[in-house]
């Protein structure tokens, strides 16, 4: 290429040192944040509430995703979020929605596969009640 002008196929170079020793069956790397790509994730108070009925009460969240592509180029994206998992049986976790998402029963991992145009952006939502004793107190947040 001419001095100054602009390399159309960049390379990158790196040495990393991987401890193979503690490596499972699945190899996790990460290669950094892209920042032609940003994801937020927001409660959305007017959507959230809490009810007292009888002994109980419950908690009603729902949140928003937004993923902005701000690049030249369309991008396939997974998103991936998790619904609360409850190990005691008086807390249930229950009316959940997910529109356009899979569900992992076990896990219950949701996960969205998403193509965002140039330039664009996509909005994911889900929602779930907890239903819990009133006498508890529970973190949500």
């Known amino acids: 290429r001419a001095p100054g ?11 990393s040192i991987l401890d193979m020793s503690h490596a499972g069956d699945t190899l996790s790397l ?7 790509v940003m994801v937020k994730r927001t409660l959305l108070k007017e959507y959230s509430a809490k009810k007292f009925i009888g002994s109980n009460r419950t908690d009603t969240r729902q949140y928003e995703i937004t993923i902005r592509n701000n690049k030249q180029q369309p991008i ?3 998103v991936e979020d998790q619904f609360p998992i409850s190990t005691q049986k008086e807390i249930e976790i229950q009316d959940r929605k997910y ?3 899979k569900l992992d029963e076990d896990s219950q991992r949701i996960t969205w596969q998403q193509t965002i145009e140039a330039k664009k952006e996509n909005k994911l939502s889900f929602r779930y009640e907890v239903k819990y004793p009133k006498e508890k107190w529970l973190a949500l947040e």
Do not use: C, T, Y
């Open 99 to 101: 529109e356009g998402a």
């Open 30 to 36: 990460s290669l950094g944040r892209d920042k032609g």
């Open 5 to 15: 002008s602009p390399d159309r196929n960049p390379r990158f170079l790196g040495k």
């Open 76 to 78: 396939s994206i997974v």
